[in-house]
């Protein structure tokens, strides 16, 4: 197969980095409700990386290097929020 277009290959390293970060999101997300440590914090650190993650996508479509690193950075310590208390609750 030919190799991708500049916007397709970024869509499709984006698509692979995002299916690298929900299985350990699930995890953690799930977690903390089967162990039943939810909180405010751990429902928030959920949304931050949900709404991070939804940012990221368009910025890498349009290869916005900067800014995308600082945007995976927040979506990393949205999950941060919710392992906090599996792993140090």
């Not at 350990?24 to 931050?48: F, K, N, P, Q, Y």
């Not at 940012?55 to 950075?73: D, E, Q, S």
Request: charge should be positive.
């Amino acid at each position: 197969m030919p190799p991708l277009d500049p916007v397709a290959g970024r869509l499709a390293r984006a698509q692979a980095n995002f299916q690298e970060t929900l299985p350990l999101a699930i995890i953690a997300l799930l977690g903390v409700v089967l162990a039943d440590r939810t909180s405010e914090w751990t429902a928030l650190g959920g949304w931050i990386w949900l709404g991070a993650r939804a940012v990221y996508l368009p910025l890498y479509w349009a290869g916005v290097p900067k800014l995308r690193t600082l945007v995976f950075l927040v979506s990393l310590i949205g999950l941060g929020m919710a392992l906090w208390p599996l792993l140090f609750g």
